[in-house]
């Protein structure tokens, strides 16, 4: 099988319309965060405050609504990914859509993703479907949550009705998207629903999270002949700053904590390890390396490092699991960093790939431009960009960058 070049989307953060927990709270706090960017926005993101200043104080700009509207268009969202030459696409299906009352299966839902895999397969690009990507319906927090003894159980319903729905239709499984960071911003930040800010809960969601994980594993293993399941995790590449003991021992603990205990704990039940790869993090017990930071930004202010993703594909080699790189990218809405972020952090994967590391996908974070969460709408993340007034779509320059990077490397994936 050849490396699959790909892009990624979550369910959430294009379909649009959709109903789950995340919806209910963009329409509890719209008013709140656009306030409080309103105030703190120009601090954050100084270098781009004048472009977005009318955004972030739009209490618009907090709920998904119609998003790109991916649900009803996402027939022109593959014919776009096919036009880069695109061989793979990441997806996400949406639990709430699939199990909309406890207990109830929908049949239009299942349809519906039927479509958009039959969609995929047409066009020989191969489906890596997410199956929880932050979102729940609105029953299963209101009666349950992850830090609920029933929470695995429940979502191993939802993952055997899906594998009943789909079997070997699908190979590439992944079962969950950062959960760590998730549970962090969940319970303990409250950046994300449902903001339930307790220490004990997010250590047994967490644990809770890992059981899923295994259960869902057990269940599309018994169900789909040759799946390849895995999971997604938040990863960093996590460095000392300066090569002083208690930096190395810094690093190596928040490498532990943020990174590599949540697939310490699901080993053995992985086959692919997912990487979403953002932040190439010099730790520093001094926090010099919070001082006069010189690499370039993201519109989001995040610094840009594309040997970062080779320290990190390095890194991951001690896990001795096929790797993906599940999501990498940035948000530049002039797209005039995209197409240098791009190119040079796959010429660092080529690296660690010359160098043996098993990494047998690359895909961009995203496909189009989406709903940045709690962030809304302003940071444009795409490969193409979405107009949000008419849902246009019209490829940037960086599409026209992946294409050629695609057509000149054939590579053999190694499973
Ligand atoms: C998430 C995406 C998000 C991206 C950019 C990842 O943490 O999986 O949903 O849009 O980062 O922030």
């Given at each position: 099988?050849?490396?699959?070049?790909?892009?990624?989307?979550?369910?959430h953060?294009?379909?649009?319309?959709?109903?789950?927990?995340?919806?209910?709270?963009?329409?509890?706090?719209?008013t709140?965060?656009?306030?409080?960017?309103?105030?703190?926005?120009?601090?954050?993101?100084?270098?781009?405050?004048?472009?977005?200043?009318?955004?972030?104080a739009?209490?618009?700009?907090?709920?998904?609504?119609?998003?790109?509207?991916?649900?009803?268009?996402?027939?022109?969202?593959?014919a776009?990914?096919?036009?880069?030459?695109l061989?793979?696409?990441?997806?996400?299906?949406?639990?709430?859509?699939?199990?909309?009352?406890?207990?109830?299966?929908?049949?239009?839902?299942?349809?519906?993703?039927q479509?958009?895999?039959?969609?995929?397969?047409?066009?020989?690009?191969?489906?890596?479907?997410?199956?929880?990507?932050?979102?729940h319906?609105?029953?299963?927090?209101?009666?349950?949550?992850?830090?609920?003894?029933?929470?695995?159980?429940?979502?191993?319903?939802?993952?055997?009705?899906?594998?009943?729905?789909?079997?070997?239709?699908?190979?590439?499984?992944?079962?969950?998207?950062?959960?760590?960071?998730?549970?962090?911003?969940?319970?303990?930040?409250?950046?994300?629903?449902?903001t339930?800010?307790?220490?004990?809960?997010?250590?047994?969601?967490?644990?809770?999270?890992?059981?899923?994980?295994?259960?869902?594993?057990?269940?599309?293993q018994?169900?789909?002949?040759?799946?390849?399941?895995?999971?997604s995790?938040?990863?960093?590449?996590?460095?000392?700053?300066?090569?002083?003991?208690?930096?190395?021992?810094?690093?190596?603990?928040?490498?532990?904590?943020?990174?590599?205990?949540?697939?310490?704990?699901?080993?053995?039940?992985?086959?692919?390890?997912?990487?979403?790869?953002?932040?190439?993090?010099?730790?520093?017990?001094?926090?010099?390396?919070?001082?006069?930071?010189?690499?370039?930004?993201?519109?989001?202010?995040?610094?840009?490092?594309?040997?970062?993703?080779?320290?990190?594909?390095?890194?991951?080699?001690?896990?001795?699991?096929?790797?993906?790189?599940?999501?990498?990218?940035?948000?530049?809405?002039?797209?005039?960093?995209?197409?240098?972020?791009?190119?040079?952090?796959?010429?660092?994967?080529?690296?660690?790939?010359?160098?043996?590391?098993?990494?047998?996908?690359?895909?961009h974070?995203?496909?189009?431009?989406?709903?940045?969460?709690?962030?809304?709408?302003?940071?444009?993340?795409?490969?193409?960009?979405?107009?949000?007034?008419?849902?246009?779509?019209?490829?940037?320059?960086s599409?026209?960058?992946?294409?050629?990077?695609?057509?000149?490397?054939?590579?053999?994936?190694?499973?």
């Amino acid at each position: 099988m050849s490396f699959l070049w790909g892009a990624s989307l979550s369910a959430h953060q294009t379909e649009g319309k959709c109903e789950n927990d995340w919806t209910r709270w963009e329409h509890e706090q719209a008013t709140t965060l656009a306030l409080k960017n309103r105030l703190l926005g120009r601090l954050k993101y100084r270098d781009r405050w004048n472009d977005i200043r009318d955004d972030l104080a739009d209490p618009g700009n907090y709920v998904s609504g119609r998003a790109t509207d991916h649900y009803n268009r996402f027939r022109e969202d593959i014919a776009l990914a096919d036009e880069i030459g695109l061989t793979a696409l990441r997806l996400s299906f949406e639990w709430s859509r699939i199990q909309p009352e406890e207990g109830v299966v929908s049949d239009e839902a299942l349809a519906h993703y039927q479509d958009v895999i039959a969609e995929l397969r047409a066009r020989d690009i191969t489906p890596v479907v997410t199956l929880w990507h932050f979102t729940h319906p609105q029953w299963f927090i209101d009666e349950y949550g992850w830090a609920h003894e029933e929470a695995p159980r429940l979502f191993a319903e939802y993952v055997r009705t899906v594998a009943d729905a789909f079997g070997d239709d699908i190979r590439f499984w992944l079962t969950v998207n950062e959960p760590s960071a998730w549970v962090r911003a969940a319970y303990v930040f409250d950046t994300f629903p449902p903001t339930d800010t307790s220490i004990l809960n997010a250590l047994t969601a967490w644990r809770h999270l890992v059981k899923a994980h295994r259960r869902a594993y057990e269940v599309l293993q018994a169900r789909v002949s040759e799946a390849t399941v895995g999971l997604s995790v938040a990863a960093g590449c996590f460095e000392p700053y300066t090569d002083n003991p208690v930096n190395r021992k810094l690093a190596n603990l928040l490498r532990t904590v943020e990174r590599d205990a949540f697939l310490d704990a699901c080993l053995p039940a992985v086959d692919v390890i997912g990487l979403n790869y953002y932040i190439h993090y010099k730790v520093d017990m001094l926090f010099r390396n919070l001082l006069g930071e010189s690499r370039p930004k993201s519109d989001l202010g995040w610094p840009l490092s594309p040997a970062g993703l080779y320290c990190l594909l390095m890194q991951m080699a001690q896990f001795d699991r096929p790797l993906l790189v599940t999501e990498h990218g940035l948000a530049d809405a002039a797209d005039d960093r995209r197409p240098w972020y791009l190119s040079e952090s796959i010429a660092y994967l080529a690296q660690a790939r010359d160098e043996g590391v098993p990494v047998n996908g690359y895909f961009h974070w995203a496909l189009t431009d989406n709903f940045e969460w709690e962030k809304g709408f302003w940071p444009r993340f795409g490969l193409v960009a979405v107009d949000y007034d008419d849902l246009s779509r019209e490829p940037r320059e960086s599409a026209a960058v992946y294409a050629d990077i695609i057509a000149q490397k054939d590579w053999e994936a190694r499973w």
